[in-house]
């Protein structure tokens, strides 16, 4: 007798079996990849502000000498090329760090609270006991110099609350630190850099994710035509190119070293990487192969560079080397694409695949001879 062939999986099937396959993978790489991924902020563990901080002097002005403001506020950089070395004091007046001319190196003193202090966004309540602003100085070098960038309390906003006048009327900018200062000396002499706390208003981010929402209602409307193939390979490429120029923004925007920059775009990674793996599967035909790459790869980028890197489209200063309106269009790309590619991986909305499978179900089965 002939056996009746059997039926393709239904949709919902096979959308539950690429759940079941793609998620709990996904969720594995996100938990070993935890650190980079909580600190995402903008790719590579920045944090968009509305706080800009503004160096406004270096008084008396000591020629050689320049500060300026990285990482959205995050971070000050000193370079020295005066042809001596300069040292920056704590929070208690003590030495901190020991910048030199180039060559000479930069140390950082480790029996400063300062230097405990500054590892911290938000400064410590408490401090190790060993730590003694009056003690003999222990400098290890950190640098080669002439120019080194640390996280200083005294020169960004990070307390628990905005400012009264903020919360008053966050739409005005307000000048919430209007002097703060870091003193400086260079042999016998003492200089001060002296700046400024404002806080900007963000933009509306209605904009771009109107943008998202217009980009995943357009794939999904051309994953329903007879080119769904094309349409689902050109929407993961661009959401990877995407995402890619979003993290080389964070990239050389960041002070970190590349190690620690590569482990924090790990999560990216990962998504170009399986999003190649998805195109190459859909161009090749094989379909429920792409699908859960698709999947997966939907679920990195909206991580990576879709849903932690949200904030960057209201907050006013962006921590990225491209500007405030391709990184936001970035993260608005990635967003609404990565949304479409999710829910075509799920739903199998293309009518080329739904018109095989009806064609594959109602065919009738072959006759086997005896």
């Known amino acids: 007798m002939s ?18 396959v793609a998620l709990p993978l996904a969720m594995a790489i996100v938990t070993v990849l935890a650190g980079p991924a909580a600190a995402h902020g903008v790719g590579v563990g920045l944090r968009p502000t509305n706080y800009r901080t503004t160096v406004t002097s270096v008084t008396p002005p000591l020629p050689g000498l320049a500060v300026h403001v990285l990482e959205a506020g995050d971070k000050l950089q000193l370079v020295n090329r005066t042809g001596q070395e300069v040292l920056v004091l704590g929070y208690n007046s003590e030495p901190y760090l020991r910048v030199g001319p180039p060559g000479a190196g930069v140390y950082e003193n480790e029996r400063s609270p300062t230097t405990y ?3 911290f966004f938000t400064a410590p309540s408490k401090l190790p ?24 309390h005294r020169s960004h906003f990070g307390g628990p609350a905005d400012p009264e006048e903020v919360r008053r009327d966050p739409g005005t900018a307000h000048v919430v630190v209007p002097n703060w200062q870091i003193p400086i000396r260079q042999g016998r002499r003492t200089v001060v850099i002296s700046g400024s706390i404002t806080w900007v208003p963000g ?14 209602a357009g794939v999904l409307l051309a994953a329903r035509t007879r080119r769904w193939r094309e349409a ?3 929407a993961t490429g661009v959401a990877v190119v995407a995402d890619a120029l979003h993290t080389a923004g964070s990239w050389l ?18 998504a170009w990487a399986v999003g190649a793996l998805a195109i190459l599967r859909l161009v090749r035909g094989r379909d429920e192969a792409a699908r859960t790459y698709l999947l997966l790869a939907a679920v990195f980028l909206l991580l ?45 909305l293309s009518e080329g695949s739904t018109a095989r499978a009806r064609t594959a179900s109602s065919r009738p089965p072959p006759s086997r001879r005896r």
Request: proline share 12%; charged share 15%.
């Open 3 to 20: 056996r009746p062939a059997a039926r393709p999986p239904s949709p919902p099937r096979r959308a539950a079996r690429r759940v079941l």
């Open 117 to 119: 202090s500054n590892r």
């Open 129 to 152: 006991p060993d730590l003694d602003p009056s003690a003999t100085p222990e400098w290890r070098r950190i640098g080669t110099g002439p120019a080194v960038a640390w996280h200083d």
């Open 203 to 216: 933009p509306s981010p209605w904009p771009w994710l109107s943008a998202a929402a217009l980009l995943c």
């Open 232 to 234: 689902l390979v050109a």
């Open 253 to 270: 925007a960041s002070t970190a070293s590349a190690a620690v920059k590569t482990y924090g775009m790990s999560v990216s990674a990962a």
């Open 304 to 348: 990576a560079g879709g849903v932690l890197d949200l904030p960057v489209l209201w907050r006013s200063q962006l921590p990225s080397a491209l500007g405030p309106v391709v990184t936001r269009a970035a993260v608005a790309t990635v967003l609404g694409l990565g949304s479409a590619m999710a829910v075509a991986s799920l739903h199998g």
